[in-house]
Every structure is written in structure tokens, then in C-alpha cells.
């Protein structure tokens, strides 16, 4: 099983990135996927989540409006394209694989933005 973030990088505010999650070594059109974010020294928060079918998708109330979660079941992949980005936005982004009590979690791809 595995799960391999990309797309981080450095931006400028109000910048655009656009992460992506590969997943293999399971059946992926039936889990859940979120992105969750981790800043140093604060706890890891949940960031957007897309159901197996590709909707239902919720935000947290920090990126709405301004990331969109999607996902590709034919090809295994779930994004977070993510617009005006924020300084606060800095921080190592997971993506998660749920599907009952079965979890599968990334490496993480760092984001940082900053002028």
C-alpha cells in the first residue's frame, strides 16, 4: 500500500499549488480521502474531504473558497488544488485513505508560503 504526495513547493501569497496523492495496493474507489495539514509545533488538522464517489466534499472554514479537493477513481489520485494561498497556510500536507476502521496515511509534501 502506498500513498505518495506531490506538488508542494515554495509560493509567493496569493500563489497557487496544486498537490496531488497517489495511491496504490488497495482498492481506492472505495475509501474516503482527506488532506490534513501540519504546522511546526501545532497539532495536524483536518483540511478538505472527498467521499469514494467524488461527493460529497467538505472544507475546513480556513480554506473554504479558496481550495478544492478532487479526485480521479480511474486513476488513483485525489488533488487539492489550492488558490490565494496564505502565509499560514505553511505547513506539511498528508493525504488519507479511509475506508471503515482501515487508514492508510502519506509522507507528506511541504508547503510554504512565504514573500
Known amino acids: 500500500v502506498q500513498l505518495v504526495e506531490s506538488g508542494g513547493g515554495l509560493v509567493h501569497p496569493g500563489g497557487s499549488l496544486r498537490l496531488s496523492c497517489a495511491a496504490s495496493g488497495f482498492t481506492f474507489s472505495r475509501y474516503f480521502m482527506r488532506w490534513y495539514r501540519q504546522a511546526p509545533g501545532k497539532e495536524r488538522e483536518l483540511v478538505a474531504s472527498?467521499?469514494?464517489?467524488?461527493?460529497?466534499?467538505n472544507y475546513a472554514d480556513s480554506v473554504k473558497g479558496r481550495f478544492t479537493i478532487s479526485r480521479d477513481n480511474a486513476k488513483n489520485t485525489v488533488d487539492l488544488q489550492m488558490n490565494s494561498l496564505k502565509p499560514e497556510d505553511t505547513a506539511m500536507y498528508y493525504c488519507?485513505?479511509?475506508?471503515?476502521?482501515?487508514?492508510?496515511w502519506g509522507q507528506g509534501t511541504q508547503v510554504t508560503v512565504s514573500s
Open positions: 488519507k485513505a479511509q475506508f471503515a476502521t482501515i487508514t492508510y
Open positions: 472527498i467521499s469514494s464517489a467524488g461527493d460529497p466534499t
